[in-house]
Every structure is written in C-alpha cells, then in structure tokens.
C-alpha cells in the first residue's frame, strides 16, 4: 500500500495568508454556468408579479420543439376611474384627488395637474414656485428611484429573494441604500409638507413654504448622501455582468429642452419622431384598448414605445450633471441603449444628477430668500390646459377643461405605465424565443426581471376608456356633464 505523503510542517512564527476581502457586490448566489436545453414543453405563470406595484401577470407556453405558443402580459386589476372623479369638481380641490392615484408619484401627479390647472386658467407662478416645484419632483424621484433599486431590483441580482436576505449578507451595503432613501423621505417632508401625498403646492403657488433652516439642514443632507451614491455607482458596476443580456431597439419618447434634462418643463421629445408642444400629448400617445388588460395601452411610430429613465437618458445624456456623467460611464451606460434591463442602471444615474442638481437649486433658493407669497389667483373663466412632467416611471400627462365656474368638464390622465405596457409585450416577445431552451425557473426569473426593470405601477395604469359604439380606431375621453 502506498505510503500517505506528510503534510508539510509549518512554522509557527510564519505570516497566515490573508484572507481576499469579498466585495461588497458579491452576488449571495450565482446561477449555474450549464444552462442546457430543458427537453419537453414548458410553462410559465405567474400570477401576481411580486416586487412591482399592483397586479401583473405573466403568461407563457413553449411547446417540445421551443417554438413559443403564448406570450402575454396581462393586467388584471379593476379599473379606477379618476378622470370621471374629477368632473364637477372645482379647481381648487383637482389636484388633492389627483395625488390618491399613486402613493409613490403623487408629488408628480399634484405637479402635472397643477400645470394643467394654471394652464387652463392663466395662472402665472413665481420663479420661487418654480425652483420650489422642481425641488418637490426631484424628492419624489430620489425616493421611487432608490425603492426601486435597491429594494425591488438587487435582490434579483443578488440572487435572493428580498432585501431582507441581503441585510443578513451584505448589511453595511444595505444600510448605505437605507441612509440614501431616509434623505429622499426628509428631502420630499421639507419642500411637500410630508412623505407622501403632498399638502403645501396649491394652483398659484404654496401655502407654506420651507423655513431658511430647513432648507440649510436639507443641503447638508443632500450633500452626505452623495459619498453613498457613489457607493450605490460602484456596487452596481461590480455586478453589471448579473444583467441580462438583451438588445431590442424601439421608441423612446420623453420631454426635451435645449437647456437642461428636462424634468419640470420642456417638449415631448421622440427618437423617431418630431418634436411636439405638450398640448398635442394626443399625437403620440395614442391610447388603444386590449381584451386582457384593464390599462389602456399606447403607440405612436410603431407598435409601442418606451417611456422612462432610459428613455430620459437616451434623449437627454448631454445635459447631465457632471458628477451623473461620470457615474454613466462607470456603469457603462451610454446614449442609444436599447437593453430595458438597464432602466435600473439609468435610475441609478438619475439618482446622483438629481442630488447635483438639488444642491444648486437649494443654494439659489438660500441666496434670493425665501419670501412669504400668496398663491396667485385666477380670473375663473372657461379654458382648456395641458401638464406634462417627468415622473420615475416616465412622461405624465394631465387635461383638463374647465367651465366657466372653475369646475372640471373633462379629464384625461395618461400615466407613464401605460404608456410601457405595450412596450413590455413586445420585448417579452423578443425575449421568450431566446430562453425557449432555458428550464421553466430559468424562464420565470429572467421574464419576471425584465417587467420588474420597468418599475411598473399597474394600479395607476389601470384606466379604461368607454368604448361603447366606437369604431376600432376610434378614442374616447371620460367624459359626463353635470347640472
């Protein structure tokens, strides 16, 4: 019998090696490297998506020979009918109903609102209002950004199953995301009056404004969340490779501006289309109905488009803040990305422009003062108007018409989501037939990675139009007329 070999004897007064330090971006598991084809006919259903806002179903059959039967994405939510809950109601009041339609972008919806309200009625605002507003718009999209990110993307990336997991495995990691997000809640409570659903911003203007030492304390925070950010840039360009891989070009539409990324103001912007004042929203977002979702869905050049922080990044990467530039070119996120996994990465690059861009406007606030102004107020009298912002979720529009006692006649909102959904279709359909051969877990988590990149509110989407008697092409608004 062969001998066993003496393990060599190590001196006791010799160095131990140093253990490799694990990167903070350390995946918690990693899929298996063999991804053979899985033989036999696979399904995939899932019903709801978690980690999105509201009900959203997957449903998807490859048949033995990997040639796709079904591929659907389906909203199965009942409608909510917020344009026919705005009519009758007076001006005053719109935009407090109006922020109930989604408690993460109710700030955007109070603000699109407002710019259709004072459009309508020729209510002019002051510049303070402005800076004030745009503040406002940058708190709620830190905040959705960072949720989104850090709690509804990574553990997918990761490899576990929540955010939870992940404070067991990678706490410090997870606390640096937290402190990021708790400094988006104060940021929003500083300028709105609180978290969510805003009370101060009003038609003309706001009822209270931030006291001097707020906004003080507000810049010292927005200026200590920036090392975390940076920290966010940097965890993510570890883990860039846990993204799928999947190119599929379309529309990308959102607002533009010669000056600046158009967030508060601007044109309707299109990668294959013109430019377009807001007020023609209706030329682009053609709104259709579908048997298997209560959410409108949308087109304009082709079958679909896309709406949202890539969007935004395609059509406005020049006009980033210096500190967000660099940052995209850490990720590796250039202008014309067509991977809709990436919308993550192109939040995360907001996050570090809006932060930039808040320190600015804060400082020019400190520097004019803030000074105590009335809400202006309008001469009430019959008019048509039209609000446009950029919510997380993408381009937001709200009409309204108005009758001559200041109450709604008509409304229309036309939410980011459902501006996505037929987007979100066609790239299921391009992305099934490349994992037809991928096991039916395989199958699930990637297409469920891809609708949760959309960072989807379904609830909000979900607004049906009333199609009876109207020819196939035909569109209608909510409309009812009160005594």
């Not at 659907?72 to 109930?100: K, N």
């Not at 929203?281 to 259709?288: P, T």
């Not at 107020?377 to 108007?385: D, K, L, N, Q, T």
Request: aromatic share 6%; hydrophobic share 40%.
């Amino acid at each position: 019998m062969a001998k066993t070999p003496a393990k060599p004897v190590v001196a006791k007064s010799a160095a131990a090696k140093p253990k490799k330090a694990k990167s903070p971006a350390t995946p918690v598991s990693v899929p298996p490297v063999d991804q053979a084809a899985a033989p036999g006919p696979k399904k995939v259903r899932v019903h709801y998506l978690t980690r999105v806002e509201g009900h959203g179903n997957i449903v998807v059959d490859v048949e033995a020979d990997g040639s796709v039967s079904t591929c659907r994405w389906e909203v199965p939510e009942a409608p909510r009918f917020f344009e026919a809950m705005l009519v009758g109601r007076d001006y005053t009041d719109v935009h407090h109903i109006v922020s109930r339609i989604c408690g993460i972008c109710a700030i955007g919806h109070q603000l699109a609102s407002l710019q259709a309200t004072e459009d309508a009625l020729n209510i002019n605002v002051t510049e303070q209002t402005h800076l004030l507003r745009r503040l406002a718009l940058h708190a709620e999209n830190l905040q959705s950004h960072l949720l989104h990110i850090a709690y509804l993307v990574l553990p997918d990336l990761m490899g576990v199953d929540s955010i939870l997991a992940l404070a067991a495995t990678h706490k410090e990691s997870v606390l640096k995301f937290i402190a990021a997000r708790r400094v988006s809640n104060e940021f929003s409570r500083i300028i709105c009056g609180r978290t969510t659903h805003p009370q101060r911003m009003t038609p003309g203007g706001f009822t209270m404004f931030p006291a001097t030492e707020e906004l003080v304390a507000l810049r010292g925070m927005l200026v200590d969340t920036l090392p975390n950010l940076d920290f966010a840039v940097d965890f993510f360009a570890g883990i860039m490779d846990r993204f799928p891989h999947f190119e599929r070009e379309t529309e990308y539409i959102g607002l533009v501006s010669p000056a600046e990324y158009a967030m508060y103001w601007g044109e309707i912007g299109s990668t294959k289309d013109e430019r377009r004042p807001v007020r023609q929203y209706r030329n682009i977002s053609r709104e259709y109905i579908i048997p298997t979702s209560t959410a409108k869905w949308t087109k304009n050049m082709g079958e679909s488009y896309m709406v949202g922080a890539l969007a935004r990044f395609n059509l406005n990467a020049d006009y980033l803040m210096p500190r967000a530039k660099a940052a995209a070119k850490k990720l590796g996120l250039k202008k014309g990305e067509t991977n809709p996994f990436l919308i993550t990465v192109a939040q995360l690059v907001e996050c570090v422009h809006t932060v930039e861009e808040a320190i600015i406007q804060v400082d020019e606030l400190l520097t004019r003062g803030i000074r105590e102004e009335a809400p202006a107020r309008p001469s009430i009298s019959a008019g048509r108007g039209t609000g446009a912002v950029e919510v997380p979720r993408g381009i937001l529009f709200h009409f309204y018409e108005y009758d001559d006692s200041g109450r709604i006649f008509q409304a229309d909102c036309v939410i980011p989501t459902n501006q996505n959904h037929a987007n979100i279709q066609k790239d299921l359909d391009a992305l099934v037939p490349q994992l037809a051969h991928a096991s039916e877990k395989e199958l699930e988590l990637k297409l469920s990675m891809l609708v949760r990149a959309y960072d989807p509110c379904i609830s909000c989407s979900t607004h049906c139009i009333d199609a009876r008697g109207l020819d196939d092409g035909a569109r209608s608004l909510v409309r009812f007329n009160r005594k």
